[in-house]
């Protein structure tokens, strides 16, 4: 379903992350689908595996899985290919999208750790681990926050993205 203009693109993404973080939780997964929806990318693979990074890496509130599932789109497209792996400079080039997302998410939300954005957007770290935090948490508004977090990480990864698939399309 790759979108006719980039700001059509970027809105899908977001639209897609939001609903399905809001729905069925799983902040980097959710990233993943809507990005790969958006830009014809599906890996089951890359998918699957990035189950484990939400909740800020295995629910520990680390780096944000919202920005984890990010940046492994941005690995599918401007990543090193196994093929590759003598190829350094493919390597350090692939992480200079990731970087500026990284650095763009930083300004953005006060730093990449699921604690400390969830501190400023609700005003205190609720550990959701702990069933009256969790509750607490949900009071607060949690579910409103994340899914507009993944939204917002969705469509800067699209504003990215775009250039890439566009420059891949000319030269395939």
Same mark, same amino acid.
């Given at each position: ?101 990284? $650095? ?11 604690? =400390? @954005?969830?501190? /400023?957007?609700?005003? +205190?770290? &609720? ?11 949900? $009071? ?11 939204? =917002? @990480?969705?469509? /800067?990864?699209?504003? +990215?993205? &775009?250039?890439?698939t566009k420059e891949q399309k000319k030269t395939s």
């Amino acid at each position: 379903m790759v979108e006719k203009d980039k700001e059509e693109a970027m809105q899908k993404a977001y639209e897609l992350a939001h609903q399905c973080e809001y729905a069925h939780h799983g902040c980097s997964q959710c990233v993943i689908l809507a990005l790969q929806e958006v830009f014809d990318l599906r890996d089951d693979g890359v998918f699957k595996a990035a189950s484990g990074v939400s909740g800020g890496v295995g629910q520990m509130h680390d780096t944000c899985g919202a920005l984890l599932g990010a940046s492994l789109v941005l690995g599918q497209i401007y990543g090193r290919g196994r093929d590759e792996i003598e190829n350094t400079a493919k390597l350090m080039d692939s992480m200079l999208p990731v970087g500026m997302l990284y $650095k763009w998410f930083e300004k953005q939300y006060g730093g990449v750790k699921c604690r =400390e @954005v969830r501190a /400023k957007t609700l005003g +205190v770290y &609720w550990d959701t681990k702990i069933p009256w935090q969790r509750e607490e948490a949900l $009071k607060a508004g949690l579910y409103d926050v994340c899914s507009n977090l993944a939204g =917002e @990480v969705a469509r /800067k990864a699209a504003d +990215v993205l &775009w250039e890439a698939t566009k420059e891949q399309k000319k030269t395939s």
